[in-house]
């Protein structure tokens, strides 16, 4: 399989650091792809003719960009920026277009867990979602002194506040197919990004927690979120999967 990223930045550099298949690479700031040592593209229809797997590293925005286009190209699509997904109208084209183009869409876990279990639960259906995330103060760009509450609502509303940060309560919306309750913490002490889920259903209730370090490439990154899309890649060439 050829695999190309989408955003010359710490995931792709974990991703490349990790894989052998990484044919092609695109940036709107192509001059960041200079040092990965993957040929890089000068347009999105050059890049998309050299790869069957895309792997978005970009940006909500660069989602919203690309993401219809590669699915029309027929190319299968790893989205690592969910808050691009955030709206439901396009979010629902999107799907139904990968159904009749008959390619695949892969959201991986990026810097939670407990996935498995929220797609069982959902069977059964779930009536409650909330995420209380905590991050450092510098890694949300907030000044703070103590344990502060910096936002609290919705995951629509988290994604407009904190675009680059909270993909997660989206990621957890489209998982859980109800509305979250999100509330997120800036502490000057902590030196992970932490993020508690709570769900209530038929099945039960669940408690999850992650307490992710950051990545070393890129510190506002998680290095569990880094981490994700690889796993995903490493199952799709595994005969074996567990927890899919």
């Known amino acids: 399989m050829r695999i190309g990223i989408i955003g010359c930045g710490a ?26 040592g993957i040929e890089s593209s000068s347009s999105i229809d050059e890049f998309l003719e050299k790869v069957d797997l895309v792997v978005e590293a970009a940006s909500p925005q660069a989602v919203r960009d690309y993401a219809m286009k590669i699915v029309n190209a027929g190319k299968d699509l790893l989205v690592m920026s969910v808050g ?7 979010r629902e084209k999107l799907f ?15 810097a939670i867990g407990g996935l498995d279990i929220i797609r069982a639960a959902k069977i059964a259906g779930i009536k ?6 905590t991050k450092n103060c510098k890694t949300l760009g907030v000044d703070c002194t ?21 993909n997660v309560t989206v990621l957890l919306m489209i998982a859980t197919g109800v509305d979250v309750e999100v509330e997120v913490y800036v502490d000057p002490e902590v030196k992970e990004n932490i993020h508690k889920i709570y769900l209530e259903g038929e099945f039960g209730s669940a408690s999850i927690e992650v307490r992710n370090k950051p990545s070393k490439m890129n510190p506002k990154t998680s290095y569990l979120a880094a981490l994700s899309p690889i796993s995903i890649l490493e199952s799709l060439d595994s005969t074996v999967r567990i927890g899919a």
């Open 11 to 36: 995931i792709a550099k974990e991703i490349i650091s990790r894989r052998k298949d990484i044919v092609a690479l695109y940036d709107v700031k192509h001059e960041k792809c200079s040092s990965l």
């Open 84 to 90: 691009g997904l955030v709206d439901r109208e396009f």
């Open 96 to 110: 139904a277009k990968s159904k009749e183009k008959n390619v695949k869409i892969y959201i991986p876990s990026g």
């Open 128 to 133: 409650k979602a909330k995420i209380v995330s």
């Open 146 to 166: 103590s344990r502060t509450l910096v936002f609290k609502g919705c995951a629509e509303d988290a994604i407009k506040k904190f675009p680059k940060s909270t």
